[in-house]
């Protein structure tokens, strides 16, 4: 970068538009903690993922026809005449299931080691946005091949404001244009899916304001004393960030050229039919936990509440985990309750993905209890009575002493 | 204005004229956006198709039809003696939603009405759960041999659409 800015041109240039100093001063120079581990790998894989769908939705869009007469049959056009069609429009669904993985672990990484503690509290609530944000544009996007599951996925789905008192089946009708999902319905949702995506890459862009503000935590969670806790951003990350990249590919082709519909679900290549419900329907995997908890409560407005709340708890967790440490690898009892709430969140996704029949329904119960436990009692008493482990004086210590 | 000083402030007409033009044009926004909100209501060719009829005569004791008004499914349902008698037989106060039978039908052997849960819009299936009637797969909602909740998330009882006979074997719905 140094040897460009020799060059007088481009010095002439930069000194007018200074896109190469930005450059240079956020991702070569930039300091990043010397100790992070493979788990911060998953930040940069999730705006692979991002770019990934944006690609390949937006050639998807050439071909694809947004009305209920002709939807399915354009996607069905897409698989087998255009050209390349069916690896886009896999890439494109298994983007998606990517997508979720990559920022579901992101997300259990900063819950590992506190990453949401102050003062990272803004950059945490950013990134529930994001999720917000992608759990509406993958919804959206899964009603567009207009299958029974996408159909019912959307009645289901956009029913669950019509619990709202009073106000709830006029916004129902309001979201529906219409009586019931339909055209208007579907050509909204296009027109929405087209855009979210978007909206997500200005809301990651104020994620990585308030990131490069704040700078990165690290496996000790500690803060930085001096300029021998960081290593330059290039080579040493992003090299680190291009490997990770690597796997992350071999991973997607795996699925992509060997298993292409193994996360989808067969009911959506039946062509949408507004009077017959499929006998089983269920979300796509990621949303799974989270309709485990709706299914959960036997009441019409609990459910939808738990439901909410589930998601929106996390935006007072800076407040709800009363321990000044951030990583559990000095928290010896968070450390365990962390790993319960993972059991927690896969024995709730396969909750949601059974039907709520016999041993089913008490244990989503129980599962949905304990995951706002942890949340609204354990976490805050084991801020108070753990007795934390020594934390090492600085990050750059453990490491140039080996 | 002369003797302000930077920092020290003081209400001043130009205050109230900052308040008066940003409710103003707070206002107007807010009207500006009542059309970008309405164009999503349902639309008057949406609107303009509300009824249809139905001919009865083909549905033997037992059977039940599905027609679609306005997108949605409508049951009909030609119910046997027993249906019917279950279904009166059933004391109200059990009921989630209380309605007698009679309230919900026009002739007894005749029960119309919406196909849709009240829980979140999935479509029962007949002659399934726990009382001879529908059970909506979604969820696990049970509705009994005249479409009441009896079991289940759903909050209400399957929707009587508005409805007449028009002749013994036609009903017009809508
Ligand atoms: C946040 C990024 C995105 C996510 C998570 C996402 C997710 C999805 C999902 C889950 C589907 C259904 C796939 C299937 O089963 O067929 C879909 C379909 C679709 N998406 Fe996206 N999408 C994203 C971005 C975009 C963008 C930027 C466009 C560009 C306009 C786009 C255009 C489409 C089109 C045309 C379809 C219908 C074709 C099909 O079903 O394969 N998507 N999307
Ligand atoms: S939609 Fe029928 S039980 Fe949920």
New interface residues.
Partial sequence: MQALLNNGFIRWFDNRLPVLSWTNHHMMEYPAPRNLNYAWNFGSLAGLALVLQIVTGIVLAMHYTPHADMAFDSVERIMRDVNYGWLLRYMHANGASFFFIVVYLHIARGLYYGSYKAPREVLWWLGLVILLLMMATAFMGYVLPWGQMSF?GA??????F?AIPLIGEPIV??????????N?TLN?FFSLHFLLPFVIVGVVVLHLWALHHKKSNNPLGIDYKGPQDFIPFHPYYTIKDAFGAGVFLILFAIFLFYAPNYMGHPDNYIPAD????????VPEWYFLPFYAI??A?????G?VLAMGASIFILFLLPWLDTSRIRSATFRPVFKWFFWLLMIDLVVLGFCGAN???GFWVPLSQVATVYYFLHFLILLPLIGWFERPRPLPDSIAKPVLKA | MADQTIGAHEETRRDFLYVATGAVAAVGAAMAIWPFIDQMNPAADVLALSSIEVDLSPVPVGQQITVNWRGKPVFVRHRTEADIEEARAVPIEELRDPQTDEERVVKPEWLVMVGICTHLGCVPLADQGDFDGWFCPCHGSHYDSSGRIRKGPAPLNLAIPGYAFIDDTTIRVG
């Fill in positions: 019912w009645t289901v789905i956009t029913n669950l019509s009708q309001w979201l529906w244009g219409g009586f019931a999902v339909g208007a909204r507004p009077l017959v419900t499929p006998a089983h329907i709706l299914r409560i036997p009441d019409k407005l459910g039907p709520p029949e």
